[in-house]
C-alpha cells in the first residue's frame, strides 16, 4: 500500500469521524438538550438541518449515508417505533444531494431554502397521523408546525459554518 492511498484512508476515516461527532453533537442538543429550553412550547428539528447541510456540501452519497444515520437517531429523540424519520431523512439526503450535485450552488441559500423544504416535509410527517387517523383539526396543527419550521430554521446559520466546513474537509469545496 502507498503512502498516498494510506494518507486518503486515514483522511477518509477522520472525515467519517467528523460527521459522526456533528450528529451525535445535535442529537444531544436536540434530544437532550433543547426539551428542557423549549420556546413557545416547541423543540427544534437540528437533525435534518444537518443532515441537508452535508446533502447540500458534499452531494447525495454523504447526505444519503447522513440522513439514514440522522434518521435513526430523528426517531431515537421522538421515541418513534415506526421508523418514518429515517425513511424521509434517507431519501432527502439523496435528493437534496443529487440536486447539489447538478444544479444548486453550493452556497448558503441554497442549503437555506433545501433545509426550509426539509423541515416542511418533516413537518407533514409528524401531522399525517394526527390529521388523518386522529381526526385532529388542521387548524390546530398547522401554525404549531410552521412555527417549529421557523425555529429549526434559526439553526441553519449556526450549523452552517460546520456543515461547509466538512465540505471543504472533505475536498468538496475549495
Known amino acids: 500500500m502507498s503512502k498516498r492511498s494510506l494518507k486518503r484512508k486515514w483522511s477518509f476515516i477522520v472525515l467519517l469521524l467528523f460527521h459522526a461527532l456533528l450528529l451525535m453533537t445535535v442529537y444531544v442538543f436536540q434530544g437532550m438538550i433543547f426539551p428542557y429550553l423549549r420556546l413557545t412550547g416547541l ?9 441537508t447541510g452535508i446533502a447540500v456540501y458534499q452531494g447525495r452519497v454523504a447526505g444519503g ?11 431515537i429523540s421522538f421515541n418513534e417505533p415506526v421508523g418514518l424519520f429515517t425513511v424521509v431523512l434517507t431519501f432527502a439526503g439523496i435528493a437534496v444531494g443529487a ?7 453550493r452556497k448558503f441559500g441554497s442549503f437555506f431554502i433545501c433545509s426550509a423544504a426539509v423541515l416542511a416535509i418533516c413537518a407533514f410527517v409528524q401531522l399525517f397521523p394526527l390529521l388523518f387517523f386522529e381526526g385532529v383539526q388542521y387548524r390546530l396543527l398547522f401554525p404549531t408546525a410552521l ?3 421557523f425555529y429549526s430554521l434559526m439553526f441553519t446559520f449556526p450549523l452552517w459554518f460546520f456543515v461547509r466546513s466538512l465540505g471543504i474537509r472533505a475536498g468538496v469545496l475549495v
Open 147 to 149: 412555527r417549529q419550521t
Open 43 to 51: 423543540v427544534p428539528l437540528l437533525l435534518p438541518v444537518a443532515c
Open 99 to 105: 440536486l447539489a450535485d447538478t444544479v444548486l450552488t
Open 65 to 75: 449515508v447522513s440522513g439514514l444515520f440522522a434518521g435513526i437517531l430523528c426517531d
